[in-house]
T-cell receptor, first 114, second 112 residues
Framework: DVKVTQSSRYLVKRTGEKVFLECVQDMDHENMFWYRQDPGLGLRLIYFSYDVKMKEKGDIPEGYSVSREKKERFSLILESASTNQTSMYLC?????????????FGEGSRLTVL | GNSVTQMEGPVTLSEEAFLTINCTYTATGYPSLFWYVQYPGEGLQLLLKATKADDKGSNKGFEATYRKETTSFHLEKGSVQVSDSAVYFCALRAGAGNMLTFGGGTRLMVKP
């Protein structure tokens, strides 16, 4: 069964802390994405990656960075967490050869910043 | 730029009622259109898609028709069940690449 796994379902951090959100996929997909989901705003793209060591900014990259050292792993980093980054974070992967536009999502990581 | 607008929820229906969730879009070129569903406590999963005008996507009793003239992709189901309670997202993909633009989501609650 294909899978996108996010390392933490729930996190509570303090303002100013560094936060790592990890995502691993087992489908050998080239593309990986990080979205944040907020009520009424839907999903907004933070960063995406089309290949190892490649990264591209999405619509709301400010305050975030990413790392993709291996094809299966895509990490989202909050260098200094702030309360307005309290949100649900969703990782997704896809392959242009296997259903363009079809994203496979993890279960999400709900981050609370106090 | 690209955008997707969905009707605001929550939509509350009784079991076996008819469902429509409206979705309209703005896009350059000829987008592909998608409906994703998010069940409680889970990630999003693809429900159905349509890649060109007049295509109808269907899955699990849900249907949506790609209407280029009205730039719409409304989701319908003839008889909803309690298990359909979820948040539904309309999305589009336009141009090269696999990036999707999502609507705000519509929560559906079905009561027995």
């Amino acid at each position: 069964d294909v899978k996108v796994t996010q390392s933490s379902r729930y996190l509570v951090k303090r303002t100013g802390e560094k936060v790592f959100l990890e995502c691993v996929q087992d489908m050998d997909h080239e593309n990986m994405f990080w979205y944040r989901q907020d009520p009424g705003l839907g999903l907004r793209l933070i960063y995406f990656s089309y290949d190892v060591k490649m990264k591209e900014k999405g619509d709301i990259p400010e305050g975030y960075s990413v790392s993709r050292e291996k094809k299966e792993r895509f990490s989202l980093i909050l260098e200094s967490a702030s309360t307005n980054q309290t949100s649900m974070y969703l990782c997704a992967s896809s392959s242009p050869d296997k259903g363009p536009g079809e994203l496979f999502f993890g279960e999400g990581s709900r981050l609370t910043v106090l | 730029g690209n955008s997707v607008t969905q009707m605001e929820g929550p939509v509350t229906l009784s079991e076996e009622a008819f469902l429509t969730i409206n979705c309209t879009y703005t896009a350059t070129g000829y987008p592909s259109l998608f409906w994703y569903v998010q069940y409680p406590g889970e990630g999003l999963q693809l429900l159905l898609k349509a890649t060109k005008a007049d295509d109808k996507g269907s899955n699990k009793g849900f249907e949506a028709t790609y209407r280029k003239e009205t730039t719409s992709f409304h989701l319908e189901k003839g008889s909803v069940q309690v298990s359909d309670s979820a948040v539904y997202f309309c999305a589009l993909r336009a141009g090269a690449g696999n990036m999707l633009t999502f609507g705000g989501g519509t929560r559906l609650m079905v009561k027995p």
